[in-house]
């Protein structure tokens, strides 16, 4: 699946896009241009995003969009490192169980969004034949596993985990399984599942699978 071929930009790109965090009006037709292309990448999908499109939506001059984003994917990657920014921060309970408790509902809440479900699924796929894509997507999980990495830390610090345990790959064994379900499925999972995958995964742990060496 690729995107639409687009028109050569009217001048050329501007800094790497999530570059700059400029204020004023600056950032308040950056927020519209990223809400338009959300909205695109969840209605139609990753092959229908065009840069023209995504200008008319967000109410601004398309060559500012061209200036700025240079490319769809350029687009996409500063979509997805707002969204890991904006996202909500870690849970701090005192229970490595309870805080990828927290963490397993917060991710079946954003697959279960009408919006950001199918927004995700559409990255997803385009990250599959898209280089620029499949970077931005991975850098986008790389800043959500370090947000969460913290409460396996505290987790191994209280004795309740093993030492060496990869906080890293803790995380992720929580939120694989949801995302293996919305793929296969095509049907957000539900609160059970979230549950499984966080006790599921602190229980893997405790057994010291995934302690560096073990």
């Given amino acids: ?7 050569e930009p009217e001048a050329g790109p501007g800094p790497d896009p999530g570059t700059v965090r400029p204020g004023g009006r600056t950032a308040r037709v950056r927020a519209a241009v990223l ?7 969840a209605e139609q999908g990753f092959a229908l995003l065009d840069l023209a499109d995504v200008a008319r939506r967000a109410g601004v001059g398309k060559t500012t969009v061209y200036r700025r984003w240079g490319s769809v994917t350029g687009l996409v990657a ?4 707002d969204m890991a920014e904006q996202s909500l921060p870690r849970t701090d309970t005192g229970s ?4 990828l408790r927290a963490n397993a509902a917060l991710v079946r809440r ?3 969004d009408p919006r950001q479900g199918a927004l995700f699924r559409a990255v997803i796929a385009a990250a599959a ?5 499949a970077a931005a997507l991975r850098r986008f999980y790389d800043v959500r596993v370090a947000e969460w990495a913290p409460c396996v830390e505290q987790g191994v610090a209280r004795g309740e985990l093993p030492a060496g345990t990869d906080a890293g790959e803790v995380v992720r064994a929580v939120s694989a399984p949801l995302y293996y379900a919305l793929l ?3 049907t957000a999972p539900g609160p059970e599942a979230a549950e499984r995958a966080a006790a599921a995964a602190v229980a893997a742990a405790r057994d010291g699978v995934f302690a560096v060496g073990g």
């Avoid at 699946?1 to 028109?7: K, L, Q, R, V, Y």
């Avoid at 490595?96 to 805080?99: A, H, K, N, T």
Wanted: hydrophobic content about 35%; some cysteine; overall charge negative.
């Fill in 35 to 41: 809400r338009a292309a959300g909205d695109v990448l």
């Fill in 184 to 186: 296969t499925t095509g």
């Fill in 110 to 112: 954003t697959l279960a």
């Fill in 78 to 81: 500063d979509l997805l490192g």
């Fill in 1 to 7: 699946m690729t995107a639409s071929p687009e028109p």
């Fill in 129 to 133: 034949c898209d280089g620029r894509t």
């Fill in 96 to 99: 490595v169980l309870e805080d």
